[in-house]
């Protein structure tokens, strides 16, 4: 059974923090919260952990296609291909926040990552995520967790979270209540923003 850690947005505790990080450095799957829905992750140079994630999603490893959440936008040309200034403000004045930006992936990307043209890249404007990632040291491969009931879609109270993924993950982060609105998703892959799924973020960036 999963540990449940509660951890304040505002002033996340830095013992917390350090023992979520420690379970995910052991190959260890996460709940956590976000800027959006709440989000299993997992350590992003782990294949083992990214398997037991792509299981629980019912995909194949690779073919799934999971995000990669960074702290922030400086270790970029680790994962994606050079971009072009325009692309990089775009970038710039929406991060951190709810949107998934989806650009072209690099030869450095390892795992089931390396042999994917694109790749989602995630900065939530989330102090819990960001100080997780930060504790790690590197990214982490990122899926939202749905809810069977497609009216609810995205399950908000971190209890029922707990009592529904409890036994299939190693730690759930309490954050508070979800929100039930998921990322923006925007393709950048051909130069000009294509939207692929409108969600929490604004249009206008």
Known sequence: MAELI?????NP????????????RKGGLVIYPSDTVYALGCDVTNKSAYERLAQIKGVKPEKANFSIVCEDLSNLSDYVKQIDGATFKLLKRALPGPYTFILPSNNKLTGYFKKQKEV???????SITQAIIKELGNPMVSTSIKDDDEVLEYTTDPELIFEKWG??????VDGGYGDNVASTII???????????EGKGSLEI
């Not at 509660?6 to 505002?10: A, E, L, Q």
């Open 6 to 10: 509660k951890i304040y947005d505002n």
């Open 13 to 24: 505790n830095e013992k917390d923090i350090k023992r979520v990080v420690s379970i995910i």
């Open 167 to 172: 036994k299939l993950v190693d730690v759930v």
């Open 120 to 126: 989602g890249i995630r900065v939530p404007d989330n």
């Open 187 to 197: 393709d950048l892959t051909s130069g000009e923003p294509v939207l692929i799924r």
